[in-house]
C-alpha cells in the first residue's frame, strides 16, 4: 500500500512541476480560455483603459461561478467576432475574486454581472446594465446598438 501512495505522490509532483509557470489569469473553468481580443482588466488598469472612451461590455464574473463558466465561451467568441469585424467595441472581463476594489466600486452583486460603459463613463452610476439574453445574437445586436455611428447630415 505504501508503494502506492509514493507513487501517486510522485505522479502528483510531476504534474505539480509540469504545470508550474502556466498563467491562470485566463482560467473560468471549462471553455474558459480567451481570446486575444478579449481585454482582462483589473483594479490597476479599469479606469484608465475603460474611462479612455469608447462603449465596453464586461463582464464581472467569479471563476467558481456556474453561470460564468457556461457564458465565458460564448463572451470570447464575442470579443473575437467583433474584432474580425473591425468593430471599435470593446468586451472585457474582470475576476471579482482578484479585483474586488473595481467590483465594490461597480456595485457588483451577483455574477455574471454585465454593464455596458460609454464615452468614458466609468460609475456605477453611469453603467448601463445589460438587459438582454445570454447567447452571441443578443450580445452581438446590444453592442451594434450601442456602437453606431451618429447620424450625419447630407
Known sequence: ???FLLACAAALL???AAHEGH???HDEGAGGAHSDA???LGDADFDTKVGAGGTWLIKFYA???G???RLAPTWDQ???ELAAEGSAAHVAKVDCTVHKSVCEKMEVRGYPTLLGFKDGAISAADAIKYPGGRDLASLKGWMAANTAAP???L
Request: hydrophobic letters at 45%; a neutral charge; aromatic letters at 4%.
Open 1 to 3: 500500500m505504501s508503494r
Open 14 to 16: 510531476a504534474v505539480a
Open 23 to 25: 498563467d491562470h489569469s
Open 38 to 40: 478579449l481585454v482582462v
Open 63 to 65: 471563476p467558481w461561478c
Open 67 to 69: 453561470h460564468c463558466k
Open 78 to 80: 464575442l470579443a473575437t
Open 151 to 153: 447620424a450625419t447630415d
